[in-house]
Structure formats: C-alpha cells, structure tokens
C-alpha cells in the first residue's frame, strides 16, 4: 500500500489525491449576486449538509490552486451574505459544467450557460428554473482556512426556504431521492449518475441489536469466498440461530447435499458451504446462510 504524505508532495497533486478518493461529491451550484446586483452561477463539489437545527449547509469556493485568487461566489457572499444553492441533475450537467468556467467578474453565468433565472422569496440571488430542487440560504459566516493556494473558504449557510418540484416528491409530500437523477461529482474530469440501478437502500441497524461481526466463529469472519457485505449482512442479523435449530438444520436437504456429496472431507464441505451462504445472502436469505455456516462449523470442529 502506498502512502502519501500532505507535507511532501505539491499541493496540486495532495487535491488530485483527495478528490480522487473523496468521492463521489454533491455538487452545490450557488447562485450570488455582488452589492451591484450582478448575478453569478457556479458549481461547488465541496458541500454537504451538516445539520437541521439550525439548519446548516457548508460549501467551499476554495482559493485557486494555480493563481491564488478567490472565487466570484466568495466575494459575493462577503458584500451580499445570500445563496442559492440548487442541485444538479443528470438532465443539466452539461450546462453546468459551462457555467464553471472562470468568466470575468461581473459576466452572468445564467446567461452564458442557458440557465433560466428565478426571483428568490426571501432573498436577492436567483434560483435556477431547471432545477428540481433549490434552497434559499442566509449566510452566517465564511471561515478562511487559509491564504494559501487552493485554501478553503468555508461559506456556512441556514436555510430559509427550499423549493421543490411536485414531479419529485413522493405520495407524502418528501423528495424522492429515486426521482431527482442526480449526479455526483468524482475525481478529475469524472462525474457519476445517481438514479436507476446504481441506487440500492440499507435498512439502518440503528435501534436495534445486531450480533456484530465479533460472534461469528473465524472460519466465517476469515472466509475467502464470503465478502466483506456478506460478513456485514450477517452481523446485522438480531439473534444467532439456537443450539435446537442449528441441530435441525443437520436434516435439511441443503445440509445432506453438500455433507454427502463430499463425505469425509471437511475442508471441501466448508468451501461449498460457503459458497452456497454467498448465494443465499445474495437472496436475502440471511439467517438460513447462517444456519448452514454453524451447522457446518460444528461438522468441521467435531471432525478434527
């Protein structure tokens, strides 16, 4: 494994490295207006959400790493402390993409990029018509890290109003994230696309009391066939099966299949148990792949 060590190496390459493995990155484009009342649009992969009471929001339109100056949009948040911030769907990307160009100040990137402008409610930048989504933000203050090239500015907001497209809400009025064809922001020239098949959902183990990888027997935990999601499916599981089932288990046809099938070889029957387990966890079929594993477990014990 290489290692990399911030103190030696340029601070373009340490950005090349960590936005190649920070990834993949929401991508906030925030609209500003300067105190003449120029509009400027720009995107920003260094954001995130950071709580909801107060509701707070954090972007960072970073010093330039090659010539040290400060963006358009960190000007303008410090005359006018206003923000939108919309999201970016795979549907207007290029556009964005357009509109992060480094104009001259005071060009409007709505314009150069097709952009529609929207009257905010509460504040004086414009929201951008074409996106789903879209947040009115106070700024409460901009945090310098740095005066160094490619130092962080960082632009800490609180919501005050977010709009929502109705084509994107799911039957009780939330967004649905399976709705807004997002994209993410990757390392170098690379985005991804969050929508269809590379969306996938986690049931959140919180609230309950899972095994944890911890009890399972090591021959499970130091599998070569089994994956680190398989190991984590099972860790997940609320109860490890009984002393009584893992017994029954020993008459399943599943059992009986891989133990007479290679009768007398341990090693054999723990290797297609295993490989079994995986289809089975890939199936849903959790706790049964741990019935199997045990029960096999305990041959190969008893065995030796």
């Known amino acids: 494994m290489s290692t990399i060590d911030p103190s030696n190496i340029p601070p373009q390459i340490l950005h090349r490295n ?6 993949p990155r929401p991508i906030a484009f925030a609209s500003t207006i300067d105190s003449f009342g120029h509009a400027n649009l720009s995107p920003f992969s ?54 992060s160009t480094e104009f001259p100040r005071g060009i409007n990137e709505f314009y150069k990029s097709g952009f529609t402008p929207v009257p905010s409610e509460k504040i004086k930048p414009f929201r ?13 203050q901009v945090i310098e890290t740095g005066d160094g090239a490619g130092a962080a500015n960082l632009v800490i907001c609180e919501v005050l109003l977010i709009h929502a497209n109705d084509n994107i809400l799911d039957k009780t009025g939330m967004i ?20 269809g098949r590379a969306l996938f959902a986690l049931e959140k183990p919180s609230g309950k009391s899972p095994i944890g990888v911890d009890s399972l027997p090591e021959n499970i935990r130091m599998s070569t066939i089994l994956t680190g999601n398989d190991i984590g499916r099972l860790g997940s599981l609320n109860s490890r099966p009984t002393a009584p089932e893992i017994e029954k288990y020993f008459t399943s046809a599943d059992f ?7 009768s007398g070889n341990a090693g054999k029957i723990l290797e297609e148990a295993h490989k079994l387990a995986h289809t089975m966890i890939a199936g849903n079929e959790i706790f049964k792949a741990l ?14």
């Open 128 to 140: 951008v018509k074409e996106s789903p989504v879209q947040i009115e933000c106070k700024v409460q």
């Open 291 to 304: 019935l199997l594993l045990l029960a096999v477990s305990n041959l190969a014990n008893t065995e030796m």
């Open 18 to 23: 960590l936005l190649g493995a920070i990834v």
């Open 46 to 99: 260094c954001f995130n959400v950071f709580g909801v009471n107060p509701s707070t929001l954090i972007f960072s339109p970073s010093r330039s790493g090659q010539t040290n100056e400060v963006k358009d949009t960190y000007l303008n948040v410090i005359e006018v402390p206003e923000v939108v911030i919309n999201v970016v769907t795979y549907s207007m990307v290029e556009q964005m993409n357009l509109a």
């Open 176 to 195: 649905d994230t399976r709705k807004l064809d997002l994209v993410g922001r990757m390392g170098g020239d690379y985005y991804v696309r969050a929508s």
């Open 256 to 262: 009986r299949k891989i133990s007479s099938t290679h």
